[in-house]
């Protein structure tokens, strides 16, 4: 097959949802619908259950299932797809961020019951900003949840984003009877059974026909037909442009355990979904279709095998293709590399590939050259952008435990702050070293991984930080700069990458600070060109 065509072909995507929602289980059904797996709860679930051991300890069961479920990817028609697991855990925000820098299109999970929810919103915040296209799932439609149109009300207010109806629910609940099919003009019936064939699909051409009745009940007809008046009098006609700009976000409707809907998301999904998008580098926006290769390491996974210090980095295809034993050049380290055995994902197996295309993603094994954000190229110099550090919400500082063991505690953090586990901050008065965190969860993670992978212990302090301010002054050598790196040196650190950074204690101090020094900018990330 040509190099054209392969792009063409592929779909690389993330679901995303608060925890919940049903993610997992329409990941599932995907995959099942690829041939990828053979039965229900073949993937294992990478959520932090609630329960017997602990959060940390299971967060460390969950890492080994995680390398598996990292990317998911199978054929379906002629398309390849390329699901990447994000993390629903509040405190693996900032993971999911990432990942979302390596998708080129996202499927949100709402629970029509719940509606939608906390961290839903935030990572439609972040794809908004991005202009990742979205595709929005309605799940659980066979349990009693909010009306379909008070739904779509929400989902436009609360995520900002403009809906149209692909697939509209008939009934709900203990009412449910299927699913008028907008995209295709079908009507899918609900039987509860997750075994439906496709052959349960009743075509019908026109709404009017008397046959709707006959299906659905006079009652319950005559409500679609009110319905779909109403869609057309108030929502836009599904535009592929829009949708791929940004702009406008078709929703289904579905049970996602009953499998019932996901064919047609999937169906419509591979259609309208976008091939592998050009990516901005810090030079040059970077075309899909060039011939020279280019990717960038959107995740790191570290010590699987505690034993042997084994690290995978997950590379994505931005460009060209990607082949065994071929040197490339690692930019920011300035040597060439070769990968004598990358791996390709296929549902939850991993195997040695020959050669990757744009939007795939390879797994390298490493020995400690990558840190997230790291970009491979043909020997071009340029790096991608959009892997920026998002202010953490938590700071303590890290204090050595045990005084013979500072070298493995040094090594240890350096590489969990590669893996991007957590930020650390070296304080400009006295090199102490202060980790910034999403959630606390991490400090736990940090503690217990640098122990039984590192033989190395440590112990934590308060540090009264706030928020993490990039600073960048309009001029480094104006007396304002001076002034304020003098009034706020106790709060000065760099970051990992050498980036001054002012941790804040507050709001307030941020606002006195930006009016006290109006030159000197701060930035709540840590990529503000
Ligand atoms: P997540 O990955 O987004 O966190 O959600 P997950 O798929 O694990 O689903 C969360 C719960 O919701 C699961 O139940 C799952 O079976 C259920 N669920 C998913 N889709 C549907 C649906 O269409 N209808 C209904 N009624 N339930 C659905 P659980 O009891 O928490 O877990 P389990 O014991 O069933 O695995």
Known sequence: ?????????????????????????????????????????????NKIKKGATSDFMEIERQRGISVATSVLAFNYHDKKINILDTPGHKDFAEDTFRTLTAVDSVIVVIDVA????????????????????ILVFINKLDREGKDAFDLMDEVEKKLGLTVTPMSFPIGMGYDFQGIYNIWEKNINLFSGDSRKNIEDVIAISDVESPELEKIIGQKPADKLREELELIREVYPDFNREDYLDGKLQPVFFGSALNNFGVRELLDCFVEIAPTPRPKESE??????????????????????????RDRLAFVKIVSGTFERNKPYLHVRQGKNLKFSSPNAFFAEKKEIVDISYPGDIVGLHDTGNFKIGDTLTEGEQMSFKGIPSFSPEHFRYINNADPLKSKQLEKGVDQLMDEGVAQLFTLEMNNRKVIGTVGALQYEVIQYRLEHEYGAKCTYENFPAYKACWVKPEDPKNEEFAEFKRIKQKFLAKDKYGQLVFLADSDFSIQMTQSKFPTVKLFFTSEFD
Do not use: W, Y
């Not at 970077?286 to 095998?305: L, Q, R, T, W, Y």
């Open 1 to 45: 097959m040509s190099f054209l065509k392969e792009i063409e072909r592929r779909r690389t995507f993330g679901i995303i949802s608060h925890p919940d929602a049903g993610k997992t289980t329409l990941t599932e059904k995907l995959l099942l619908f690829g041939g990828a797996i053979q039965e229900a709860g073949a993937v294992k679930n």
């Open 114 to 133: 719940k509606g939608v929810e906390e961290q839903t919103e935030k990572l439609v915040a972040v794809c908004r900003m991005r202009k990742i296209p």
């Open 283 to 308: 030079t040059r926006l970077v075309d899909p279709k060039e011939e020279k290769m280019s990717g960038f390491v959107f995740k790191i996974h570290a010590n699987m095998d505690p034993k042997h």
